[in-house]
């Protein structure tokens, strides 16, 4: 099996800005609340200096250049610093932050008047999408590579995440016309397991809050949001995997996991089906293996090469029984169950 999972957007630009941007950051903070601070007149334009220029050239060298983003986005790092700029600098002893907060508060309508034009660019291509396919996941990144070139990813498994921790049991399996759809959570106990771990992780969130909070208040409400965040994921991978279930067409077999992985394979790719019934082996039992490799495709753009491919299903018989009757593959494999 050949296999690579690495990200097709890299991280690496956004890290080492978010790195560097929170380091600026403390350091000016550092600066300013020092107690002979305004002792100092050349502390206050330099500290202004820094959040209005150095922090937004960051983000054009780590940011905007390395994703080949439009310029007109440093705006938003422009606007980001002069908040930081009113925000820890008194007026009264720089009257440049006077204008500032003037030009923050244009910056801010003219951040926002873009996103707006962003966005409703998003939408229309979402609803043009929505035409052809019924799945929200490919819809949203369809409607937002335009947009959002390679930061896609990344951008549309939070909106993702966000979509499905607040669906309720009354959404419906996205599933389209001509498409039989096979359910994954149903006897697999997939429901219990998501429960219980969602149970301990906030029992953990308790007890990290309380004991981390007597010493540093600060990281225990840090851990608390990664904890939280946590929870949220798993709620919405649940409403993915009920809302999201496999599915078979005249020509194709999609297998869609919840939020994590994805990969469409035509019919004819199909060499060989196998019904596992005992626990894979440590060299993966196999539900199909494919005549060429196949490239699945995982959150957050990272994806995976593969030849050979293990599922479950609640049903597992009428899937092979209509792949098999349909296409007549003469590799058909069905091991006697035992009951």
């Known amino acids: 099996m050949t296999s690579s999972l690495r990200p097709s957007v890299r991280l690496g630009p956004l890290l080492w800005f978010g790195g560097l941007a929170a380091l600026l950051i403390g350091v000016e903070y550092t600066i300013v609340h020092r107690p002979d601070f305004g002792q100092h ?6 500290v202004a200096f820094d959040l209005l220029v150095t922090l937004p050239a960051l983000f054009y060298v780590c940011v905007v250049r ?15 610093g002069l908040a930081l700029s009113h925000w ?8 440049l932050l006077t204008w500032a907060g003037r030009l923050a508060a ?14 409703r660019r998003i939408r229309h291509a979402y609803l043009a999408a929505q ?29 993702a995440v966000l979509r499905y921790a607040l669906l309720g049991s009354w959404a419906a399996p996205e599933v389209g016309h001509g498409e039989v759809a096979f359910s994954m959570y149903q006897k697999s106990g997939f429901v219990a397991l998501l429960a219980a771990l969602g149970g301990l992780t906030l029992v953990e969130l308790a007890a990290a809050h309380l004991v981390v909070g007597h010493w540093h208040p600060r990281a225990a409400w840090l851990l608390t949001g990664v904890s939280g965040y946590s929870v949220l994921w798993l709620l919405a991978h649940g409403q993915a995997v009920r809302c999201r279930p496999v599915l078979l067409s005249a020509t194709t077999l999609v297998v869609r996991v919840g939020l994590v992985w994805r990969v469409s394979i035509d019919r004819e790719q199909i060499s060989q089906l196998k019904k596992i019934v005992d626990s ?12 060429a490799p196949q490239r699945v495709r995982g959150p957050y ?8 491919l293990a599922i479950y299903v609640d049903e597992p018989a009428a899937l092979l029984r209509q792949l098999a009757e349909q296409f007549a593959i003469n590799c058909c494999q069905l091991p006697e169950t035992s009951g």
């Open 131 to 159: 035409l052809q396919s019924v799945d929200f996941i490919e819809n949203l990144h369809t409607a937002g590579q335009p947009v959002l070139g390679r930061l896609t990813e990344a951008v549309m498994t939070e909106v």
């Open 88 to 95: 820890l600098l008194p007026a009264a002893g720089l009257p």
């Open 301 to 308: 753009g990272l994806h995976r090469t593969v030849r050979r």
């Open 41 to 46: 007149p050349a502390l206050p334009p330099a």
């Open 66 to 80: 390395r994703y080949q983003l439009p310029v007109s986005t440093i705006v938003t790092a422009v606007a980001a």
């Open 106 to 119: 244009v910056c801010e309508v003219l951040t926002v008047g873009y996103l707006v034009v962003r966005l």
């Open 280 to 291: 894979p082996a440590p060299a993966p039992g196999l539900l199909n293996t494919l005549a």
